[in-house]
């Protein structure tokens, strides 16, 4: 078989890896931006990283988001309908196979329906507490992620 058509049968998925800020990037969980794409690696090449910051997002956070090559996208109201729209840009512009969100919110469920309606595979990334229930069950695939806190405790979930 050519390289070429070996090639075509081996590619990698194309995902964009959309991340809520709010929900996902806080103090007392530790998450960082790198273990978000190893996972989402795991599934395909990330093409797409944004991180979705409100408005009383730190300047200093947005420059880590940047320095860690993902897009910061500052948003001065709900962030899920900037997620929403550019979830549907990215399925309309046939950019990306696979939609990655990080969040625990409820909120993004009928993110998650759209893309699916539309044929898009989809991937959610959460941990407890909160991490939905309606979440898990609406994507097609979804990992818990560790959380280590500031105060040593460290809880190993995994999907």
């Known amino acids: 078989m050519s390289t070429r058509i070996t090639s075509i049968f081996t590619r990698k998925k194309k995902i964009a890896l959309l991340i809520d800020g709010p929900n996902i990037l806080r103090k007392e969980f530790n998450i960082k931006l790198e273990e978000l794409r190893e996972i989402a690696e795991k599934y395909g090449k990330v093409q797409i990283g944004k991180v979705y ?3 009383y997002a730190p300047q200093k956070l ?34 990306v196979d696979l939609i990655a969100i990080a969040s625990r919110h409820a909120r993004c ?14 991937l959610v990334m959460g941990f407890d507490p909160g991490f939905s229930v309606a979440l898990k069950n609406t994507a ?15 809880n190993n979930r995994k999907s």
């Open 140 to 154: 097609d695939f979804y990992e818990e992620i560790s959380v280590k806190t500031y105060n040593g405790n460290n």
């Open 109 to 122: 469920v009928p993110i998650l329906r759209k893309l699916r309606e539309e044929g898009v595979e989809t």
């Open 62 to 95: 947005a420059e880590a988001v940047s320095n860690s090559g993902f897009s910061p996208e500052i948003v001065s109201y709900d962030i899920h309908i900037v997620m929403a729209l550019d979830a549907i840009s990215f399925l309309k512009n046939k950019k």
């Open 53 to 55: 910051l409100n408005q």
